[in-house]
């Protein structure tokens, strides 16, 4: 049974950090594309980083890039979205997706912003003021 289960979220002042934890169980979660999203209610839903299944980070949100880092545990099935220097602007749903990617001509997978993730969490809330 593939899962993912977010948490971490919080109320935080601006210029605060916060990290993001994601555990997932039932798959090969590491060799998965990975990404963090995000939501505000009434507007579209914001890719905020994707990571691929060699642990390399994909894209970076041009809005969090500087501030905001995935980090995969070697160890375990779990992905970290690190924030710093939050500001109102950050205040979203977050949710952590994963999928096995496209395969590519050359080898790897394609674990873009476009790609269609599959696998969602059920989000947890950043408010920053």
């Known amino acids: 049974h593939v899962q993912l289960v977010e948490s971490g979220g919080g109320s935080v002042q601006a210029g605060q950090s916060l990290a993001l934890s994601c555990v997932a169980s039932?798959?090969?979660?590491?060799?998965?594309?990975k990404a963090w999203f995000r939501q505000v209610p009434g507007k579209a839903r914001e890719g905020v980083a994707t990571m691929d299944g060699y642990g390399q980070t994909v894209y970076t949100a041009p809005s969090v890039k500087g501030r905001f880092t995935l980090v995969k545990d070697k160890d375990k099935n779990v992905l970290y979205l690190q924030m710093t220097a939050l500001n109102p602007e950050d205040t979203a749903m977050y949710y952590c997706?994963?999928?096995?990617?496209?395969?590519?001509?050359?080898?790897?997978?394609?674990?873009?912003?476009?790609?269609?993730?599959?696998?969602w969490g059920q989000g947890t809330q950043v408010t920053v003021s």
């Open positions: 997706a994963a999928d096995p990617g496209i395969p590519l001509q050359h080898g790897g997978r394609f674990c873009g912003l476009s790609l269609r993730y599959n696998n």
């Open positions: 039932g798959f090969a979660y590491s060799s998965y594309c």
